[in-house]
């Protein structure tokens, strides 16, 4: 292989992928800025390895998709310099009415070969990572279906007179039938019993979830000494964070998950907007759970409640909520530390220190 190229200096060979669920293609741009070769291969993994496995090694610029997982890994195996572009910046950047699959190649070549970091590039989860983040997503489309069925059940049965009273969601199947009228009862029996099924298949995740979180991957069982954070949680934010060494600062994890304020600073107007909600939807959603359940009645005194629950004091109709999504923020930035450093929680460190500091 020739000498690793950096960020910085223009690449002897840039290529941009446009990637379809069948063909890809493939804009070679030579460091002069020339394009040299425009060419469609199959979707394989046997094609790409085919085309791209050359002495050189090359800077190869392709678009975040469902693809890019594995072509990431395929082309960074075969020694390549790989940037997966965030979509949102492509499109803002390169927004074309003669868009086709050429010129969005070509467009990605030139980009790469020139300031990469215009493209705010993405690193992607492992593949052991993502096979856990495939579990726990699969384990939410079954917790997803229970709901909506036992929304369907709740408002067929109300449409005729009748109420389901409030019970437990992985209780419905079991409890809910008497209160269901008997005309109803060939329309949701089966509903009945697909709950049954489904409440049987995520007490099999969640016993997964356990099992990985304290076998497979220990750091989860450290990270749930913050009472509030679960398996699911730990194991999630595991899975989704997969290298903590990517983040130069703890800080930078709130970030990286939508937990921080918009900005649109001009002059000397500064609004205070909604948050980015870039990230993972998902363990975001988990964070903020766990910031409720820490500021609620059953919540352990720590730090982090009590600077939540002095955000929600200051009042206002958005003080609960700002409350908790600096809480959730706070609890990601912390999660990462004791990722890194290795130390066990403790709820009151930052009160200790500031008593031993009087």
């Not at 917790?143 to 929304?151: A, G, M």
């Not at 954070?229 to 997969?242: E, N, R, S």
């Not at 205070?272 to 766990?290: E, F």
């Not at 009042?315 to 990722?339: Q, S």
Request: charged fraction near 25%.
């Amino acid at each position: 292989m020739s000498h690793r190229s950096t960020k910085n200096e223009v690449p002897e060979m840039t290529v941009g992928l446009d990637v379809s669920d069948q063909y890809i293609q493939c804009a070679f741009v030579e460091k002069s800025g020339e394009l040299v070769e425009m060419v469609r291969i199959s979707a394989t993994v046997a094609a790409l390895k085919r085309r791209f496995f050359v002495q050189a090694r090359w800077r190869i610029v392709i678009e975040v998709g469902g693809h890019s997982p594995w072509l990431s890994r395929e082309l960074e195996a075969l020694g390549h310099e790989v940037i997966v572009a965030n979509a949102r910046k492509v499109r803002a950047i390169h927004d074309n009415d003669e868009k086709n699959d050429k010129t969005d190649a070509e467009m990605l070549a030139r980009l790469g070969r020139l300031d990469p970091e215009l493209l705010r590039p993405i690193q992607h989860r492992s593949a052991e990572a993502q096979a856990v983040r495939a579990l726990i997503k699969s384990r939410d489309q079954l917790v997803q279906t229970r709901t909506r069925l036992v929304n369907h059940i709740r408002g067929v049965v109300k449409s005729a007179g009748g109420r389901v009273p409030a019970m437990s969601p992985s209780a419905i199947h079991k409890r809910a039938q008497p209160h269901i009228p008997e005309l109803l009862l060939p329309a949701l029996q089966p509903l009945l019993a697909t709950l049954a099924l489904l409440e049987k298949q995520i007490r099999d995740y969640d016993n997964e979830v356990a099992r990985l979180a304290e076998l497979v991957f220990p750091v989860a069982n450290q990270l749930q000494g913050a009472r509030g954070v679960g398996p699911l949680t730990a194991l999630t934010y595991v899975a989704t964070i997969d290298d903590p060494q990517r983040f130069k600062k703890s800080r930078s994890v709130g970030a990286y998950l939508g937990l921080v304020s918009k900005q649109s600073q001009s002059g000397d107007s500064n609004p205070q907007l909604r948050i980015t909600k870039a990230g993972d939807p998902y363990l975001r959603s988990l964070l903020v759970q766990a910031a409720h359940y820490m500021l609620g009645p059953f919540g352990e005194d720590s730090d982090l409640r009590r600077y939540g629950l002095k955000i929600a004091a200051q009042g206002g109709k958005t003080g609960k909520k700002r409350a908790v999504i600096a809480v959730a923020r706070k609890l990601a930035v912390l999660l990462h530390h004791l990722w890194v450093t290795g130390q066990e929680y403790e709820p009151l460190y930052l009160a200790s220190q500031q008593d031993q500091a009087a």
